[in-house]
């Protein structure tokens, strides 16, 4: 009896002090990732990027505004227009305008935002409105299963579902 006792307790080969982590905390695994959303469904390319940042990477989308929504235009502007009436301009629900910020309160939407977790996995996420100019060099990667070619519905881009919402883009 006394030998099972201590089989239990004694600590497995390999796997270290477990006491010692936080419980819920992921150890980045510094991998940069650069997703070119162009023609990307926004669903898709939301829950593939929240995965990743939950595994340590860091994410960086670029165009923005070239990301698929599927379905009806005409519906979703509806929907987003009686969303945008509920609240005060000054006092809030705030409510995202931007194809950046439509963007990552989609992925927001998909991480445990309010744990630690989360809300490190979200720092690790940047997203931009066409591509800046630090990163026009750089290798860009793709969510082949994200991709707006499989769609047999009616879709439009980020972009012009901001811009019917009430975004004015500066530089055009």
Partial sequence: MLDLLRIDKEKPEGLGHKDNRVKGMVTPTKQRAIVDATGLVLGRLSSEVSKRLLQGDSVTIVNAEKA????KRVSHVREKREFLAIGHLGHGPY???????IIRRAVR???PRRKPK???AYKRLKVYIGIPDEMKEKNFETIHHAKAEKLKCSYF???EFAKEIGWTSGGE
């Fill in 118 to 120: 989360g809300r490190d």
């Fill in 157 to 159: 881009t980020v972009g």
């Fill in 109 to 111: 939407g998909m991480l």
């Fill in 95 to 101: 409510h995202p305008r931007r194809p950046d910020q």
């Fill in 68 to 71: 698929i929504i599927s379905g």
